[in-house]
């Protein structure tokens, strides 16, 4: 009895495996006669396949490069096939998107940089059956970032900006994917354009970095990257604006044991709480270079009167509340970075006391 | 004795211990007041004053009764009816860490003139000091490690460089603070290099990714490391060319990398991987971005300056579609709840009309906040803190930590410093 029972069971799965082994020879049979009809148009950015490869049907991708998130546009064409007549379906990653008589052209948008979109096109057609072709789309990306030598306080999470004749250096960010992965960036060919005019001294292969001057305050500078593969497989151009901004003097009160107060800036007017309080002037956005050498001068004046620098410690200043009475004085401060026009600014603000 | 008398000498003991118990327990009950401490109770309404003691604690030998630090209006070691808002520090506090005990909610803070780090049980307020080594000056301090470990940050003499020291609390716990109220102590520990720019604690609190850079301008180069708290151990993990990075969170495998924001500057936020290298854009071109992402990675908090203003948005990254919020606030004074769904947010009154984030940054702009609850998935938002109600300050909001318990939202009152509590379980909502 358990023998018989054996022998069924197996018998059941030799003709399951059976049937197995068939669909899988025949199966990959007809697989490979598929795929060995795969050709004729080659795609500009993937492998194309056709069920018919006697039909020549061209897929034409708009923008060539398209960008991460970006709108692109897919157009189909034949000089084969009268595509106008023909009953056309889209289709993005599996999934229909697009169908009806004469749709030569799906626009959809690419993925993030990197994240292959396949846009395949089938076609019923009177003459040769069904057609099908594929295009792979890997959208390629490009931020450009940029900083400016000027000066911002430590511990201060925003960014530093560039003021009249300020040096800026220009970063592009590609995301290019290739078979192998992501380029490195050193790997790439990089054109730089400033306004109008090329830099081609400043252009080239791994030259991944663009330092320029900027021009006057409340202007906006544009730069331009153009970012290629060696063999041009893969580019993109972006441009950036660049606004100049007007440099500035924010002062904060350096506590002796607190520290220095960024959070909270001194207002135009206030009031002694203590017996002294020591005022830092920060000079946001000043080119560096000159602060740093020294040629930038800080003259700081108490109800007019020129006040003299300690040269150790020309940002702050410590004041002393008056013994007696009650008043306010006005104290100004004017900074001016020598050799930048332009980079200069004044500040005032009234303190005030009250000893009653 | 016969039976019967037995019982009945029984039972007379019976009623009479019985009735002892019983007198016991009525003339407990009519001494017994009416318990103030009870949730929605009025005097939960009063800031700062009400003084009903219902039960005593005792005092720990570190305690700050004496010091100076300690909270207002409330005396160590006494439980009171404690307002949801309270002020836990006068002082100026340069970091927070929020903790639990036995199911109790704990805050740790280090003070900006002295660099003690202290601890405040929220159930009574109770403070205690856990390091005495004097450190002054302190700008910005990172917890880590389970509380063991504070990176304090300070300007070095009167230069712009930035030193920061590794702080051993558990070592100065353990050996020096029988003496802490009276004798100041040697700070345990060791510095990382200088010069660290801008640094983040991992999700896990054992490493820290911190940001160094370059010099020369020109060929400037920024370099990014993970520090290893329990190993002492660095490795560089990270180069770019560009240095105005903001590392916003670090889970031991990837970084997210921000822009420094400005008004007219478009912002990004990337993701770093670690392991392989590859920097890739989360999100990007969009003005003044600033950011806050989820626990869970999934979301991330946005802001973008808008003509004089700002707005504030949520992405959710799996299937890359957006949530506009009709509230108007920075991502730094924003929360997430650990259900990656709720936030909650310091929203100011009144938002004059400046360069934002810029003049937040700056100093040159101060909120008064309120604080929402935000459901990013339907967008509803309610207020759950006039703060108004309870304090005159205006409170500017900034370092917003939720406890583990999620019961108090800890924040830091950028008008001073000052360290504050609110007890978000008991909000009405």
Not at chain 1, 112 to 139: L, Q, R
Not at chain 1, 226 to 249: A, F, H, R
Not at chain 2, 305 to 316: D, E, Y
Request: with cysteine; aromatic share 12%.
């Amino acid at each position: 009895m358990r023998f018989l029972l054996y022998t069924d069971t197996m018998k059941k799965i030799y003709i399951s495996l059976l049937v197995l082994v068939f669909f899988v020879v025949f199966g990959g049979y007809a697989v490979g006669q598929s795929n060995s009809l795969d050709g004729g148009f080659s795609s500009l950015t993937g492998t194309g396949s056709s069920k018919n490869n006697n039909i020549a049907v061209n897929l034409s991708l708009s923008p060539k490069y398209p960008g991460a998130k970006e709108s692109a546009t897919v157009l189909a064409s034949s000089f084969q096939v009268d595509l106008d007549t023909t009953f056309i379906t889209w289709y993005q990653d599996g999934e229909m998107k697009l169908s009806g008589v004469g749709k030569k052209n799906f626009t959809f948008n690419t993925g993030v940089a990197g994240n292959t979109s396949v846009i395949k096109i089938s076609m019923d057609t009177t003459k040769f059956g069904s057609v099908s072709k594929e295009i792979s789309v890997t959208p390629t990306d490009l931020d450009i970032l940029w900083e400016a030598d000027t000066y911002v306080p430590p511990f201060y999470k925003g960014k530093a900006l560039p003021s009249s004749q300020s040096t800026v250096r220009v970063v592009p960010f590609p995301s290019f994917v290739g078979s192998d992965g992501y380029f490195n960036s050193k790997d790439l060919v990089y054109k730089w354009k400033a306004g109008y005019f090329g830099n081609p001294e400043d252009s080239g292969y791994g030259k991944n970095t663009f330092i320029y001057k900027t021009g006057y305050a409340y202007n906006t500078d544009t730069i331009e990257a153009t970012v290629s593969t060696m063999d041009g497989g893969l580019s993109v151009t972006k441009k950036t604006p660049i606004y100049v901004s007007e440099p500035k003097v924010v002062f904060y009160e350096n506590q002796p044991l607190g520290g220095m107060r960024y959070e909270n800036s001194l207002t135009s007017s206030f009031r002694f709480t203590n017996n002294e309080i020591t005022v830092h002037a920060v000079p946001y956005f000043f080119s560096l270079i000159g602060l740093d050498s020294g040629a930038a001068s800080f003259d700081w004046r108490l109800d007019g009167r020129k006040l003299e620098t300690d040269p150790d410690n020309i940002m702050e200043f410590t004041f002393r509340k008056p013994d007696k009475g009650s008043g306010k004085f006005q104290l100004g401060l004017t900074v001016d970075n020598i050799g930048y026009s332009l980079q200069t600014t004044s500040k005032k603000i009234t303190i005030s006391y009250d000893n009653q | 004795m016969s039976k019967k008398q037995l019982y009945i000498i029984v039972g007379i003991f019976a009623i009479i211990t019985l009735g002892f118990f019983l007198a016991s327990f009525v003339l407990t009950q009519g001494n017994k007041k009416p318990d103030n401490n009870q949730n929605g109770s009025i005097s939960n309404f009063f800031p700062f004053g009400n003084s009903n003691n219902t039960t005593t604690t005792s005092g720990g030998k570190n305690q700050a009764a004496n010091d100076p630090n300690s909270q207002q209006n409330i005396a160590t070691g006494v439980k009171k009816n404690l307002p949801i808002l309270r002020q836990i520090t006068k002082k100026a506090v340069a970091g927070l860490y929020a903790t639990q005990k036995s199911g109790k909610s704990y805050v740790n803070y280090t003070e900006k003139e002295t660099g003690n780090v202290f601890e405040t049980r929220l159930e009574d307020m109770q403070t205690n000091r856990l390091s005495n080594s004097i450190m002054p000056r302190i700008s910005e301090a990172y917890f880590a490690n389970q509380g063991n470990s504070v990176i304090v940050r300070y300007l070095k003499n009167k230069g712009d460089t930035v030193s920061s020291f590794i702080l051993d609390i558990q070592k100065t716990a353990q050996q020096d603070l029988d003496n802490a109220s009276t004798s100041a102590t040697l700070p345990n520990g060791r510095f990382l290099p200088a010069g660290v720019m801008n640094m983040v604690v991992s999700d896990d609190e054992k490493t820290a990714f911190y940001l160094t850079r370059s010099e020369e301008f020109n060929n400037r180069s920024s370099f990014g490391s993970v520090y290893d708290f329990e190993k002492n151990t660095v490795s560089e993990v990270f180069h770019s060319p560009f240095s105005e990075w903001l590392p916003v969170s670090f889970n031991s495998k990837n970084v997210l990398l921000q822009t420094k924001a400005s008004q007219n500057v478009p912002g990004y936020l990337y993701s770093f991987n670690i392991k392989t290298g590859i920097l890739q854009k989360i999100i990007g071109g969009i003005n003044g971005l600033t950011t806050l992402p989820s626990p869970d990675g999934q979301h991330i908090l946005y802001s973008n300056s808008t003509k004089g203003g700002l707005a504030l948005h949520v992405l959710h990254s799996q299937d890359r579609t957006t949530t506009d919020l009709i509230l108007k606030t920075l991502p730094e004074k924003c929360v997430w709840k650990n259900d990656n769904v709720t936030l909650y947010c310091a929203i100011p009154g009144n938002i004059p009309s400046m360069d934002y984030p810029d003049a937040w940054y700056q100093g040159t702009v101060s909120f008064s906040d309120n604080i929402w609850q935000v459901d990013t998935k339907i967008g509803k938002v309610t207020t759950i803190l006039t703060s108004s109600g309870f304090t005159m300050d205006p409170l500017d909001m900034t370092s917003l930590t939720l406890s583990p318990l999620q019961d108090y939202i800890y924040f830091v009152n950028k008008n001073n410093s000052s360290l504050w509590a609110f007890e978000v379980g008991k909000a009405e909502i």
